[in-house]
């Protein structure tokens, strides 16, 4: 049986935190690979301006591209309308009949996950892997079935627009080729 580890977000822009997550869990939980799934419109964000699809997908390709255990998965994209988790996973069970999944997320959406659609459903169909996010808050995580081990998650894709739109440095916080695909498009340079 295969283990799929399923990372989604918006990813506008992808950056190092995201990808260093990613490789955690691979190697934490011996993944066979990490499916990779950029949001069109996350259920959270409606409303929210983002950076058009093909950009995303493209910054998300870059980032995937260098490691064979990634994969870039685009079917949320595709869909009208709100990406839910619950929707994602049942096509993801059914596509991967014979893998295990283990949805990836940060403690900050953990705390908030009672609040998405189906979450009990959510739970019968992926193991919920969770990273640390330094602005999370503190108490106690609601369930979940791993914690991943390594350092908490500081960067964040809204600090990122936000210092490209101060003309500040991001090259230690995104990778050079997603880096030069945002200058090269003018990208987060207005609000």
Excluded: C
């Amino acid at each position: 049986m295969k283990r799929l580890g399923v990372l989604g977000g918006t990813f506008d822009p992808p950056h190092r935190g995201h990808l260093t997550v990613a490789l955690e869990a691979l190697k934490e939980l011996a993944l066979d690979q990490v499916i990779w799934i950029p949001a069109a419109v996350s259920p959270h964000k409606v409303g929210e301006k983002s950076s058009a699809r093909s950009h995303r997908l493209e910054m998300v390709q870059m980032m995937t591209s260098a490691d064979d255990h990634f994969v870039l998965d685009d079917r949320e994209m595709n869909r009208p309308g709100p990406s839910f988790t619950v929707d994602t996973l049942r096509e993801l069970t059914r596509d991967h009949a014979d893998s295990e999944l283990f949805l990836i997320l940060g403690e900050d959406s953990l705390r908030s996950f009672a609040t998405w659609k189906n979450p009990d459903t959510i739970r019968s169909l992926a193991r919920l892997i969770v990273y640390r996010r330094l602005e999370s808050g503190s108490g106690k995580l609601p369930p979940h079935n791993h914690l991943l081990s390594g350092l908490p998650v500081t960067v964040s894709s809204t600090d990122i627009r936000n210092l490209i739109r101060q003309k500040q440095s991001v090259d230690h916080l995104v990778t050079a080729d997603v880096e030069a695909y945002i200058h090269a498009h003018k990208l987060y340079l207005s609000s």
